[in-house]
């Protein structure tokens, strides 16, 4: 086979215990025709001297002065792509030898194909495989939809699935794309899935090519941007309710049909003033495992009041008035997950010491009705008089 030259694209941050794993997984690959771009995003540790040691023309690698952070960096990086094709891999991830292959030999196949994906092995510090060790990531992440309606459907409802070091797609759709948003840290990759599903479906290949790193808690300085820390969860909530705010920009109106006619309030809904409607009512549905309102519902709904014919199309075909607007409004719009989590525990320690405080108040009212049957008692009555002695003993 002929091969076309793929460039490979790593953003490098303070990673110098797993880029050289990295590195040479991408080197070991059976595809040779290989452009190996990094972009060291300011590192303080050896990563760089480490890359440096490598002596093979194919790696090309970039010194940011400063720390910009992951879309800077990869930006930077996509300025910089000369290959057909365009592959990622993160600096604590690896590739097994063939990932490359199997991924071109697919694209070959299906020339429908623009862009694909491919399952992971989970391994730990030490590259271990942990799989077992982490059964909901696994569950998550083997997602093999085929068609671009279920595609949009996981992202809106769900979230992502697909992994960042498992993707290879032409560098024209990177290029039709554009760069990652600036503004997320989080959730840059899945908004970029998110705005290329729009337009073209994705392809995974079931296959566990790549090895992707989880980091131990007692690890600190390794933990990476993905990691579970209160801090991440709220960012990566706030950058989902932003990047699903706004699903619906730009999106081909069929597609728009295709992915969610089925939950339409009127499934006949047709005309463009109809559909921005049923826009509305989605962008109000919270993520599957959530019940809460999204503001960008109730926002969209704001703006079609303003309007005499959307506000007559609301109340004739949807029977919405701005009544149930003001009833949607009178419920938790931006009491997020996280809150709600901290709400629930802080609910169950009240309910904890509520019923501990009912313990201790039954046990002192069983010991006030035991003094009270000793006081009673004929023998507590006929030991008065020598209690009386004792006292006046002690007090001399």
């Known amino acids: 086979m002929n091969e076309e030259l793929i460039s490979v694209l790593m953003v490098n941050y303070n ?28 590192s303080t540790d050896r990563s760089c001297e480490i890359v440096e040691d490598f002596s093979d023309s194919r790696i090309e690698m970039y010194r940011l002065e400063k720390n910009e952070h992951i879309c800077y960096a990869t930006n930077f990086g996509f300025d910089k792509v000369r290959g057909k094709y365009l592959a990622r891999i993160d600096s604590d991830d690896i590739w097994y030898e063939n990932r490359l292959d199997r991924q071109m030999q697919f694209m070959k196949k299906n020339p429908e194909c623009r862009i694909c994906f491919t399952w992971c092995n989970w391994i730990n510090e030490r590259g271990e495989i942990i799989n077992d060790e982490e059964p909901e990531l696994r569950k998550m992440c083997d997602a093999d939809f085929r068609s671009q309606r279920d595609w949009i459907k996981q992202f809106y409802y769900v979230g992502n699935c697909l992994l960042h070091s498992s993707v290879l797609m032409e560098t024209e759709l990177m290029r039709e794309t554009g760069g990652f ?11 970029y899935w998110v705005r290329i599903v729009k337009h073209h479906n994705l392809y995974v290949i079931p296959e566990r090519l790549i090895g992707m790193r989880r980091f131990g808690k007692e690890n600190d300085k390794n933990i990476n941007a993905s990691a579970v820390t209160e801090e991440n969860d709220i960012r990566t909530f706030n950058e989902y309710a932003d990047i699903r705010a706004h699903i619906f920009d730009d999106m081909p109106e069929d597609v728009f049909l ?21 826009k509305a009512f989605i962008l109000c549905k919270s993520q599957i495992g959530w019940e809460w309102t999204a503001p960008a519902g109730i926002e969209k709904l704001k703006e079609l009041f303003r309007d005499d014919e959307m506000k007559d199309i609301l109340e004739k075909k949807f029977n919405f008035s701005i009544k149930d607007l003001y009833r949607m409004n009178a419920k938790n719009i931006y009491f997020d997950p996280i809150v709600q989590k901290k709400f629930q525990t802080v609910r169950e320690e009240r309910d904890r010491l509520e019923v501990d405080n009912k313990s201790l ?11 009270s049957l000793y006081r009673d008692s004929t023998s507590w009555k006929v030991t008065r008089p020598l209690r009386r002695i004792g006292k006046i003993v002690r007090r001399k």
């Open 15 to 42: 990673r110098e215990n797993t880029i050289r794993d990295a590195v040479q997984s991408v080197l070991n690959q059976t595809w040779k025709n290989l452009q190996l771009i990094i972009v060291d995003d300011g």
């Open 181 to 191: 948003e600036p503004a997320y840290r989080q959730l840059h990759d899945y908004d």
């Open 258 to 278: 295709a992915a969610f006619q089925d939950d339409f309030i009127c499934k006949a809904s047709v005309t463009p003033q109809e559909l921005e409607c049923e």
């Open 361 to 371: 108040y039954d046990e002192v009212e069983r010991l006030k009705k035991e003094i």
